[in-house]
């Protein structure tokens, strides 16, 4: 939403918010975002495109939605896999481990633990909203 005040374009924003359990998909500032929400937490999946941050990287995070802080160690088990997290594609590993990580969510639920807390993300709609890599429109930064 915009606002003309004395000629001056203000932009209003306001936080986007996922239906509890649905991924859902966003762009804001050269970057495509996949996240879900579950139990007060958010597992977020940023893709800097080229068009909008050619030096940013893709990565993968997990944050508490009342007060937008990161969790800063977290595992994600998919699919018989297990993700260390955070982790971006600023390397052939952590650019790997996105691309399956990709691939893995849109097809299994993801069980997110950190301290105490276990929280499982369905995959619900994650094969329509989370991008398949190798597809045509695949648009997130990846090291290779």
Known sequence: MKKMILGVA?????????????WIEGYGQGNMEYFIDKDG????????????????Y???SVSKISDESDVQNFTVLVNGTT???PFETNCRV????F??????????NATVKFGKKAIVFPKSNAAKIVP???????SCNTFF
């Open 132 to 138: 398949k890599f190798g597809a045509k429109n695949f």
């Open 83 to 85: 993700y260390d997290g």
């Open 41 to 56: 937490y958010r597992l977020y999946i940023g893709c800097p495109t080229k068009a909008g941050s050619a030096d940013a």
């Open 10 to 22: 203000l932009v209003l924003c306001t936080a986007t918010f996922a239906k509890e359990g649905q």
């Open 99 to 108: 691309i399956a990580f990709l691939e893995d969510i849109r097809k299994g």
């Open 58 to 60: 893709s990565s993968v």
């Open 94 to 97: 952590g650019d790997q481990n």
